[in-house]
């Protein structure tokens, strides 16, 4: 049973019926939409119709590549229903939507129930079951899913994103190593310190800056724990400056001056490549969160691999939740795909599905899984929610984008551009021999194979009628 026939539950049910399985697949829609979609067809790309860069230096790019040469179904689509936009993969999101919903609507072996699902099925409905239900996933289905992991604490309903940095981008002769009253590792964290005068034009900006506004079903209450930067910043002058800024117990090593504040950043990976701005969750326009962020001293030259975002979002606690098989630990028949599990966006919802798709498929032959190899766009983002290669004693679990900042540092120096490029080659290089070994244990649906169900999809194109749209 698949749950969802968003990006991710529309990956895992192609994958499993093109290979022979059956699939029963449960989508709310028509019935019921969340407060985001807008139409009745399958796979529904709710804002921007993009699927991000195509360029080989980008994660992003990567995986779209290791997904095609994977089998995924959905990004051979998004290349049929492509429209001009750069380097980017934009798509005509209608008639992606439809060639989708056709694929599952005409799969032997897949059988689409519209309705609702409010709790997940007993063992006696469903041996394996996929739920995709991503980020605005029905709220009753939500409740039940918050009881079965642990009253809900470990089920999030909104995101808080804070900003992550290539450690090679911070200006060190300005930021210093420290951790707090010198408790813990040093090297876990590095500082970056404000003056006065710079404190408050820092504030000042952050205050004048555009905000993403909250979409009317968001609504604009946060947790205390986790406030925006500039809900902080807007009760007062000094509030930063005593909340993630506050430079007590972060003194210089070698001066042992006490800047006024100090915008502290906690390494994101073990390998130390990424750091994140502690605390700077915030809602702030990409243009002008950028250009603020890099007012900060130290951080004037800081390549973002991660902006700070902060949305609804239905998401579980994953490295405490699931296996690496992306099972419910305890509920093993049960597997999470999509934003669910603490991806963002529709690549990462998409990738996840595939990968979510080969562990079921394993299952299904006997086998156990083997995740792509970390050095993989696809491995790095599995790691990511495996919370496998976060520093040890880092708790809970922060939904991202896929960025090189995930994969282990290359033993070369070289220019920003080329260490990217070489990140892609190397990922595409170990792609190769994953493609191999996936080939004899799962049996990969080739190219042309998708690419004739494709055809007959957009053949017959004029024979489904369009999705209703409001
Ligand atoms: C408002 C908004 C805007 C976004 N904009 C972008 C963007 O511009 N670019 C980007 O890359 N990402 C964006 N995202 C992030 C995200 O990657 C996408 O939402 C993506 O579609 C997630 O894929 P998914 O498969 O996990 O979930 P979805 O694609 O949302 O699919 C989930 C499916 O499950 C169904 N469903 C939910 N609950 C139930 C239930 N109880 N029973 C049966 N069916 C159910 C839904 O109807 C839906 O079809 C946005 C998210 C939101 C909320």
Known sequence: MVIGAGLAGSEVALQLALRGHRVVLHEMKPKQRTPAQVSDGYAELVCSNSFRSSALENAVGVIKEEMRRLGGVLIRVAD?????????????????????????????????????????????????????????????????IGALTGGGASLYFYDAIAPIVAADSIDESIAYRASRYGKGNADDYVNCPLDRDQYEAFVQAVLEADRVTAREFEDALFFEGCLPIEVIAGRGPETLRFGCMKPVGLEHPVTGKRAHAVVQLRAENVDRTAYNLVGFQTRLKWGDQTRILRTIPGLQNAEFLRLGQIHRNTYLDSPALLDDQLRLRSAPRVRFAGQMTGVEGYVESTASGLLTAFSMISELSGRVFSPPPVETALGALHAHVLGSRRPEGVKGHVPSNVHWGMVPPLDVRAKKRDRKRAYGERALLETEAYQLRMRDELGLLDAERIEAQIALALQKEELVPPAASE
Do not use: C, M, Y
């Open 80 to 144: 049929h229903t492509r429209v001009p936009a750069g380097d980017a993969l934009a798509v005509d999101r209608e008639r992606f939507s439809r060639i989708v919903t056709h694929l599952l609507q005409n799969t032997p072996g897949i059988e689409v129930v519209e309705r609702e699902v409010t709790e997940l099925p007993g063992p006696s409905e469903a041996s394996l079951v996929a739920v995709a239900t991503g980020p605005l996933t029905a709220p009753k289905l939500a409740e039940h």
